[in-house]
């Protein structure tokens, strides 16, 4: 099992309670450090205030699209490397098209090793 080096700063972006729930305990047992918002208009200050090493973002947020909140991260902060979560990847490409490699889309169901090794990959 891939594991993280260290402790990483996780900013959460995910609608659903119970997926942010599950997602932050099993990052909290990898040693993260979470912080977890439930819209779009929250990830923004909350990266503010947070400093986040990396974002997990939901693309389907009740009130800002992911792709919104992808852009305003992007203007503040260009090489914050971001984890977008969905069941529908293929919408992605349009949002991701020409974006550094600190980006990766992962495909909803996923497992703790497949997060842990997102995570990985983004903020090498």
Do not use: N
């Amino acid at each position: 099992m891939l594991e993280l080096k260290e402790a990483v700063r996780v900013l959460l972006v995910e609608d659903d309670l119970s997926v942010a729930s599950g997602i932050a305990a099993l990052l909290a047992l990898h040693g993260c450090s979470v912080t977890v918002v439930h819209s779009g208009r929250e990830a923004l200050p909350a990266a503010e205030a947070f400093s986040p090493e990396v974002v997990i973002l939901d693309v389907h947020l009740p009130d800002l699209g992911g792709d919104r909140v992808f852009r305003d991260l992007r203007s503040r902060w260009p090489d914050l490397p971001v984890v977008f979560s969905s069941g529908h990847v293929h919408q992605l490409a349009d949002i991701t098209e020409g974006e550094p490699s600190r980006v990766l889309l992962l495909r909803k169901p996923y497992d703790g090793e497949q997060l842990v090794e997102a995570i990985v990959s983004v903020t090498r």
